[in-house]
């Protein structure tokens, strides 16, 4: 079974600056997606930003990229620029290709951002 | 379509009485999750549908819980006989199949529940 691991429960970072938020996994497989996800308080879950496993480029999307070290296992999201509506749980999220059984989201346990004026 | 809608939002039930949640998905996904996210955690997956079929159910899903989905819409959440472990928030998620992983799924605000 695939999981995700989350190290830093919390993390902060001033207005403007640039933090890394980590993710690593363990995984059998070799192909599968990598997902961020963001759930700001008492609003939906809206995906930041995804990753083929496949492919060595690492995904950005704006003020967000990703550090995908495939052999590491490893998929941290940086944030630049960071803005007070950046605050919220982030998730990192894995999903096998195989289908028929395997189409769920494995989470993290998550890292709470909070932004400094 | 304003995205995926859950109902209620919060739930406040005694335990050992029987609760029903409702996600309404974006009207073409024909995937259908719900998830459960208890205090500190990540979501935990329950089960899934792609349109009325139901095609994966997690063992966290117990006897106590069953889910529906009639005509490929809107899903169903039951939870009987409910205990104090039962406490969290149930998620609901769509997708389209072929570009579940292109997009990632949609997800509702969620239902909290409470057993006292």
């Known amino acids: 079974a695939q999981t995700v691991t989350q190290s830093q429960p919390e993390m902060s970072v001033q207005e403007a600056e640039t933090v890394t938020l980590s993710c690593t996994y363990d995984?059998?497989?070799?192909?599968?997606?990598l997902f961020w996800y963001k759930q700001p308080p008492s609003r939906q879950m809206i995906l930041v930003i995804r990753?083929?496993?496949?492919?060595?480029q690492n995904a950005t999307e704006n003020r967000f990229s990703v550090n995908f070290q495939k052999a590491a296992k490893s998929f941290s999201l940086k944030i630049s620029d960071s803005q007070l509506g950046d605050a919220a749980m982030y998730f990192c999220a894995y999903r096998s290709t195989l289908n028929f059984g395997n189409e769920k989201l494995t989470f993290g346990t998550g890292t709470r951002l909070t932004i400094i004026p | 379509d304003t995205g995926v809608s859950q109902d209620p939002r919060h739930k406040i039930t005694k335990r050992g009485q029987n609760v029903t949640f409702r996600c309404d998905p974006i009207s073409e996904h024909n995937r259908l999750y719900w998830y459960r996210q208890t205090l500190g955690q990540g979501p935990e997956f329950l089960t899934y549908?792609?349109?009325?079929?139901?095609?994966?159910k997690s063992r966290l899903l117990s006897d106590r819980f069953s889910a529906e989905r009639p005509k490929g819409s809107f899903s169903t959440l039951e939870i009987q006989r409910t205990e104090q472990g039962d406490s969290a928030m149930y998620l609901c998620a769509s997708s389209l199949a072929f570009n579940a992983d292109v997009r990632g799924a949609f997800f509702g605000q969620g239902t909290r529940l409470t057993v006292v």
């Open positions: 549908f792609q349109n009325e079929a139901q095609l994966e």
């Open positions: 995984t059998s497989e070799s192909d599968y997606y």
């Open positions: 990753q083929e496993a496949y492919k060595q």
